[in-house]
């Protein structure tokens, strides 16, 4: 039986009846495929990919155009499962017009709806795009788009002031029309908070323990990437080394002759050869 798409107001309806929800972070056909055949509900396109895939540092250099390409690979893969397409910096921060724009490529590429990070400014953008009749998932806290600005990747709102702030972004995102909104790092008070002052669902990264959803990656999830492992993160499998291990089996085997075996051979029949010999 395929699955099932969760809507967007099924995804609202979660935060009234209490059930929570999962949104997972992948970028390519296979894990895609894997997740369509799980019970969780939403999976994000992250613009993550820049360090996850690329190997790069932050997200700023991500582009559009990479996000299209794994958006496109994901949705083969999960055609029944709700996509949120992240979009990149500065597709969205310059003005409304472009951020309409932008999101509605998004959006014809396969997307769900799109996940724009930022504060009360970048709300502004978001509420235009809602009006074009698109979803939007907010994203605040540590924001690594905008991380130049706050010194790198840190837990937000740990003094009052920003605390404030982060409370004032999300009323704004909520205001803006988006229909759920990432809480990233954030002190476990704080996302309570948030949580209580808000209609709409909160999904936690690293933002304590009262969110209505959760993200992680599941590259994180799987223990695949560890050149960090934020505190958030639980590791349920370790396939780094697995995969490790499956590597160095199989080159083992070609010194000892295990690999190779008949069974991987492909073989014509003996008069076949025969006559091959005879040709020359
Ligand atoms: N693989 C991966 N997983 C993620 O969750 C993730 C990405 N990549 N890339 C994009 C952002 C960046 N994220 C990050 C990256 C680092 C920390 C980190 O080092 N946090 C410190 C806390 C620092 C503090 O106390 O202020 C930690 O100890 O977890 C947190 C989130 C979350 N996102
Ligand atoms: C950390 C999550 C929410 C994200 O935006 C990403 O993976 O790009
Ligand atoms: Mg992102």
């Given at each position: ?220 999830i799987l223990g ?11 590791q349920y499998k370790l396939l780094?080394?697995e ?38």
């Amino acid at each position: 039986m395929s699955k099932k798409k969760i809507t967007v107001p099924q995804i609202r309806e979660r935060k009234q009846n209490g059930s929570k929800f999962a949104m997972i972070t992948v970028y390519d056909y296979p894990m895609a495929a894997i997740v369509e055949q799980s019970d969780i509900e939403l999976i994000l396109v992250g613009d993550s990919l820049g360090m996850v895939i690329q190997g790069c540092e932050g997200t700023v250099h991500v582009t559009l155009e990479d996000i299209l390409y794994h958006l496109k690979l994901v949705r083969r893969g999960a055609p029944n499962t709700f996509i949120v397409g992240d979009m990149p910096f500065l597709t969205y921060q310059a003005c409304e017009s472009e951020a309409i724009h932008n999101a509605g490529i998004l959006m014809k590429n396969g997307a769900d709806c799109v996940k724009m990070e930022g504060d009360v400014y970048a709300a502004e953008k978001a509420a235009a795009v809602v009006k074009a009749g698109i979803p939007v998932m907010g994203h605040i806290g540590l924001t690594p788009q905008t991380a130049a600005s706050f010194g790198g990747f840190k837990v937000q709102g740990k003094s009052i002031d920003s605390a404030k702030k982060m409370l004032e972004n999300a009323i704004a995102f909520e205001k803006a029309g988006a229909f759920a909104i990432v809480l990233e790092c954030l002190p476990t008070a704080l996302g309570a908070l948030i949580d209580e002052k808000i209609s709409i669902p909160t999904i936690g990264v690293g933002a304590g323990l009262n969110c209505t959803g959760y993200n992680l990656n599941a590259y994180d999830i799987l223990g695949i990437f560890d050149k960090f492992v934020p505190k958030f993160v639980k590791q349920y499998k370790l396939l780094g080394k697995e995969i490790l291990d499956g590597f160095n089996s199989w080159r083992n085997e070609i010194d000892s002759g295990a690999y190779p075996m008949r069974e991987h051979c492909f073989n014509v029949s003996e008069d076949e050869i025969n006559a091959l010999r005879d040709s020359l």
